[in-house]
Structure formats: structure tokens, C-alpha cells
């Protein structure tokens, strides 16, 4: 007799008021996908909220919702947005969650999402990461929380976070990557026409958006930075162009950025560097020099650690016009 087909795995996507559309409509999309053409179907999606009916977004648009289910999810992935400090605080949406934390397979979060997991005591001593927004209040909540800011998303035994918007598709894609393997995740990519895969540790933003605020106190010392990035640029350096001692100006500049001195000049670093890469047929070497990675295997190890790929391959990427 054949064997019975595999039971799809049910997806929820947890939802509340002013929710952010995108943090739930990007992993449904990206789920939807591996669905098209596959038989038995590999998911069951499931949009959920603990006042079921149409929920209201943030941009006024709204999903319509199922009740919190009494059975166990395989996967959870718990949205963020505008109602998400509500949400924190309804006690029917916390037991929930840490019913499912202990039967689900695994529990998600998207954005801001991750202060709700944060409030059911789900993320006590992990590894997580949020928007890179929040970051100062996220660490000053939940200080038990090992906060990764610098991360597109992060896994931790059962427990997935990921950062901003669309990160949650990024989120997503590792997670199909995981059930059905790399190939299906890719084909998931392609057909939403994103990058595959950004990785988990990829930083979550780009260094032109997240360090170069223009109500930043660092805004003109990253500018001055970013037009002598061949330089050593030390955090000595640093500290006395923004006219400050080395270690207060450390702890000053994590506190706003979110990240230390030496990891913002390696991102500066890597914009530029990436940027010659991909636009010009300029020597490795010589870009490694001119963007103060000094050598091309220096500047090879920050591209895998940021990218996932090493130069030469981004270059033919972008060459190809094919999504990585």
C-alpha cells in the first residue's frame, strides 16, 4: 500500500490591531509559494488574532483573522507594528504564546514583533534581534535578552526573530529553506523576485540608513569617515574629531547607533567596498586598498560575514542581473 501524504504543516500568522501589513503579508507570500505546483500542498496558512474578524493594520487595511487555535502550530510567526505595545500586554495573547513555545516546532517573530515574544518571557537568555530602531528600548525592557541589532534574523533552538518589514521575508525564505531545502527556497525567491538568501547575518541595514541620521550627533563624523575610509579610521581617530575622550565617546556612540565604532567603520567599509564591486571592473586588490580593508582576504572574510559571498561572486551577480 502507498504510504498516506504528509500532512501539511500549519503556519500561523499572529495578528492584532495596528499591526504592520507587511510583517505578515511578506511570509505569506513567501509560504505561498512553495504551494504553487507541489502536491500534497507542503503548508497550511492560517491567519490568527485573539479578537478574531477583520483586523485593522496600521495602513488602515485589514486581514480578516481566525481565533487563537487550541491545537498546536508547527510554525508561529508573530507580526509587528504600532499595536504591538497592546499586544505585549493582552494576557490572552501571552498564555497563547507560551503554550505554543512548548508544542509548536517554532516560534517567530517579524520587527517588533520580538517585544511580544520578549513580554511572554519567550526570549529569556537567547539570541534575537528586532528593528535596529528599537534597540535601546528593546535593551533597556529586556536586558535578559541577548539583543543581536546588526542581525537580519536570528535562530535560537526553536525561537526565530528577524528584524524590520521585510526582513520577515527573509525570515521566511530560511524557514522553507529549512522544511523543503535550499533549492525550493530559491525557486520561493525567484518567483517574488528577491534576493536568496539574505543571510541571518547580514546586517540588517544599510549603513547609509541606520548611521547617517540627520538629527544623529554622529551624522558629520561619519561623513568625514566615509570620505577617509582608506585611513586607519581607530576609535582614536574618531574620538577626537568628534572632540571627545576614546571610551566616552565608545559608549556614546553604541548607545545611539546601535553598534561600536570599529563594526560602523567596517559597514562604511563594505558600502563602498560593495558598491566598486558590483559598478566597476576595477582589481579586487585595488578596492580592498582604497576602502581600508588593506588586502583582498581581509575584504573577502567581511563580504562572507556581511553578504554571504565573497566579492567576485557579487560582481558576477550583478553582472548576470540575477538575484543572489
Given at each position: 500500500?502507498?504510504?498516506?501524504?504528509?500532512?501539511?504543516?500549519?503556519?500561523?500568522?499572529?495578528?492584532?490591531e495596528?499591526?504592520?501589513?507587511?510583517?505578515?503579508?511578506?511570509?505569506?507570500?513567501?509560504?505561498?509559494?512553495?504551494m504553487r505546483?507541489?502536491?500534497?500542498?507542503?503548508?497550511?496558512l492560517?491567519?490568527?488574532a485573539?479578537?478574531?474578524?477583520?483586523?485593522?493594520?496600521?495602513?488602515?487595511?485589514?486581514?480578516?483573522?481566525?481565533?487563537?487555535p487550541?491545537?498546536?502550530?508547527?510554525?508561529?510567526?508573530?507580526?509587528?507594528g504600532r499595536?504591538?505595545?497592546?499586544?505585549?500586554?493582552?494576557?490572552?495573547?501571552?498564555?497563547?504564546?507560551?503554550?505554543?513555545?512548548?508544542?509548536?516546532?517554532?516560534?517567530?517573530s517579524?520587527?517588533?514583533?520580538?517585544y511580544?515574544?520578549?513580554?511572554?518571557?519567550l526570549l529569556?537568555g537567547?539570541?534575537?534581534?528586532?528593528?535596529?530602531?528599537?534597540t535601546p528600548?528593546?535593551?533597556?525592557?529586556?536586558?535578559?535578552?541577548?539583543l543581536?541589532?546588526?542581525?537580519?534574523w536570528?535562530?535560537?533552538?526553536?525561537?526565530w526573530?528577524?528584524?524590520?518589514?521585510?526582513?520577515?521575508?527573509d525570515?521566511a525564505?530560511?524557514?522553507?529553506?529549512?522544511?523543503?531545502?535550499d533549492?525550493?527556497?530559491?525557486?520561493?525567491?525567484q518567483?517574488?523576485?528577491?534576493?536568496?538568501?539574505r543571510?541571518?547575518?547580514?546586517?540588517?541595514?544599510?549603513?547609509?540608513?541606520?548611521?547617517e541620521?540627520?538629527?544623529?550627533?554622529?551624522?558629520s563624523?561619519?561623513?568625514?569617515a566615509?570620505?577617509?575610509?582608506?585611513?586607519?579610521?581607530?576609535?582614536?581617530?574618531?574620538?577626537?574629531?568628534?572632540?571627545?575622550?576614546?571610551?566616552?565617546f565608545?559608549?556614546?556612540?553604541?548607545?545611539?547607533?546601535?553598534v561600536?565604532p570599529?563594526?560602523?567603520?567596517?559597514?562604511?567599509?563594505l558600502?563602498?567596498a560593495?558598491?566598486?564591486?558590483?559598478?566597476?571592473?576595477?582589481?579586487?586588490?585595488?578596492?580592498?586598498?582604497?576602502?581600508?580593508?588593506?588586502?583582498?582576504?581581509?575584504?573577502?572574510?567581511?563580504?562572507?560575514?556581511?553578504?554571504g559571498?565573497?566579492?567576485?561572486?557579487?560582481?558576477?551577480?550583478?553582472?548576470?542581473?540575477?538575484?543572489?
Amino acid at each position: 500500500m502507498p504510504s498516506p501524504a504528509p500532512k501539511p504543516r500549519a503556519v500561523g500568522f499572529l495578528i492584532f490591531e495596528d499591526f504592520q501589513l507587511l510583517d505578515a503579508a511578506g511570509p505569506i507570500s513567501a509560504f505561498e509559494m512553495p504551494m504553487r505546483g507541489m502536491s500534497p500542498a507542503p503548508y497550511a496558512l492560517k491567519v490568527i488574532a485573539a479578537q478574531p474578524g477583520p483586523v485593522r493594520s496600521s495602513s488602515g487595511v485589514s486581514l480578516t483573522a481566525g481565533p487563537l487555535p487550541r491545537s498546536a502550530l508547527d510554525t508561529l510567526i508573530v507580526a509587528g507594528g504600532r499595536g504591538t505595545r497592546q499586544a505585549m500586554a493582552d494576557k490572552r495573547t501571552l498564555s497563547f504564546l507560551r503554550t505554543q513555545a512548548t508544542s509548536a516546532r517554532r516560534v517567530c517573530s517579524v520587527c517588533s514583533g520580538a517585544y511580544i515574544l520578549a513580554a511572554a518571557g519567550l526570549l529569556d537568555g537567547k539570541r534575537a534581534t528586532t528593528h535596529w530602531g528599537r534597540t535601546p528600548d528593546f535593551r533597556q525592557r529586556y536586558p535578559q535578552v541577548r539583543l543581536e541589532p546588526d542581525c537580519i534574523w536570528t535562530r535560537d533552538g526553536k525561537i526565530w526573530t528577524s528584524a524590520g518589514i521585510t526582513a520577515g521575508i527573509d525570515l521566511a525564505l530560511a524557514l522553507i529553506a529549512d522544511d523543503l531545502g535550499d533549492a525550493i527556497a530559491r525557486r520561493a525567491a525567484q518567483e517574488l523576485v528577491v534576493y536568496h538568501r539574505r543571510p541571518g547575518g547580514q546586517s540588517q541595514f544599510s549603513a547609509l540608513l541606520e548611521m547617517e541620521q540627520p538629527q544623529g550627533r554622529f551624522a558629520s563624523l561619519l561623513a568625514w569617515a566615509r570620505e577617509r575610509l582608506a585611513d586607519p579610521l581607530t576609535v582614536d581617530d574618531l574620538a577626537q574629531h568628534a572632540c571627545m575622550s576614546p571610551r566616552n565617546f565608545a559608549r556614546a556612540f553604541a548607545a545611539e547607533t546601535g553598534v561600536t565604532p570599529a563594526r560602523a567603520v567596517e559597514r562604511l567599509r563594505l558600502e563602498a567596498a560593495r558598491g566598486e564591486v558590483e559598478r566597476s571592473s576595477r582589481p579586487i586588490d585595488v578596492i580592498a586598498r582604497e576602502t581600508g580593508f588593506g588586502d583582498p582576504e581581509r575584504m573577502r572574510r567581511a563580504f562572507l560575514r556581511a553578504f554571504g559571498q565573497p566579492p567576485q561572486s557579487l560582481r558576477r551577480i550583478a553582472r548576470a542581473g540575477v538575484p543572489a
